[in-house]
Structure formats: structure tokens, C-alpha cells
């Protein structure tokens, strides 16, 4: 597959348990697929590649922000205020990226370190603030979670806890 639409190692699931977990690895397959188009040389398709990239990546932190990171600083302050760092931390890295890219000057130890980020971050928040919020978001906030991310995966915005 090309960079644009990169294999899935597993078929998204449903559920927030499950789709939140998911999204972080398709966020890191993505940034990984990024890595080898900038090792390529089609620069229009590493404009596109990125621009996805960056509109996802940029949503899920938004979603997070919005739906969870609120009540989670409620229960866990410090962490939360790790994860907005982290947040804001992968946004000036995107941002150094995304002019990079434009001017056809990308950094490959830039995206790497995207993609180390994107992965630690992920481990993170996978095992600790989203278990918090599968267990203390209303329901309204965990389907609006759902259907904000599921589109970017395409499956239903069930919360159903099994896989399709």
C-alpha cells in the first residue's frame, strides 16, 4: 500500500475501550507510512500523506481535550498535566514538520522523533487515562468520543465492548 492509505495491522474494533487503543496505533502506522514516504521521492505525495497525518493527529488531541482531559484533571492533575504537555509537545513538532514538508526540507530525524512520541504518548494514555474514562465518562461523552474518532477508522460508533 502507499503512503496515503497505509496496511492496518488489525481491522478497527468497536467500543472506546478498544477504538481509543486503535486509533493510537493507526496514528503510529501513519507517521511510520510518513517515514518511508519522506525516505521516497514524490514530494506531492508526502504533501498529502502529511496533511492527513497532521488533520487526524490534530483532531484526536482535540477530541481528548475536549471530551476527557477536563474531568480526567479531576482525578489525576498531574497526569493530565503530563498528557496536555505531551499534547502540546506533538503539536510544535507538527507544526516544525508541517513547514518542513512544505518546503521540501523534511527532517527524517524529525518524523522519527514523531514517531517515538506518538507511541510513548499512546502507551500512555492507553493505560491510564483512557481505562479512567471507559469507567467515569457519561455515556453521552463516550459516544461523542466514539464518533469523533470512529470516522477517522470507519467503523460504527457502537460501545459495544466486542469486536465486529
Known sequence: MDALHPPESTPPRRGMALLLPDHHRRLEARSRALLAC???????????SWRELETELLDHMAAEEEIILASYAKH?????????????R?????????LE????AI????LEKL????????LHEDTAMYPWAQ???????????????????GVATSLQHTTP
Open 135 to 153: 469507567a467515569n465518562l457519561g455515556e453521552v461523552a463516550q459516544h461523542a468520543l466514539v464518533a469523533r474518532l470512529a470516522r477517522w477508522v
Open 38 to 48: 519522506a525516505q521516497g521521492d514524490d514530494p506531492r505525495e508526502l504533501i498529502a
Open 107 to 110: 527532517r527524517i530525524a524529525r
Open 76 to 88: 489525576a492533575p498531574e497526569d493530565a498535566q503530563r498528557i496536555a504537555a505531551d499534547h502540546a
Open 115 to 122: 514517531v517515538d512520541a506518538l507511541h510513548t504518548h499512546g
Open 101 to 104: 514538508v512544505e518546503l521540501h
Open 90 to 98: 506533538l503539536r510544535e513538532i507538527a507544526s516544525a514538520l508541517g
